[in-house]
């Protein structure tokens, strides 16, 4: 199985920041669309936020202006900073590709929390 592998979640208080980091050992990452998703207990998985193979970004609107997504293509690896988080923010969060993926990986907890 092809999964990504999330990183880079943990506990933070509200109004926090923290970087996710996700990594794709899949060929032509530098054509592939990247998307961060995140899954809260008892919700369905939602769509954060993506980056194409231009740079351009769309976001949710829940967390526009908080969030930014960015490629680094050299390292095969999508990032996701979060600013100014709240405590709805909490979830387990994922990345996945428009291609080349078979699978979801573990996905990494982010907890906001005071």
């Known amino acids: 199985q092809v999964q990504p592998v999330e990183s880079g979640g943990g506990l933070v208080q509200p109004g926090g920041s923290l970087r996710l980091s996700c990594v794709g050992s899949?060929?032509?990452?530098?054509?592939?669309?990247m998307s961060w998703y995140r899954q809260a207990p008892g919700k369905q998985r939602e769509l954060v936020a993506s980056i194409n193979s231009g740079g351009i970004t769309n976001y949710a609107d829940s967390v526009k202006g908080r969030f930014t997504i960015s490629r680094d293509n050299a390292k095969n690896t999508v990032y996701l900073q979060m600013n100014t988080l709240k405590p709805e923010d909490t979830a387990v969060y994922y990345c996945?590709?428009?291609?080349?993926?078979?699978?979801w990986g573990q996905g990494t907890q982010v907890t906001v929390s005071s």
């Open positions: 996945y590709g428009s291609r080349g993926f078979s699978s």
């Open positions: 899949i060929s032509l990452f530098s054509i592939t669309s």
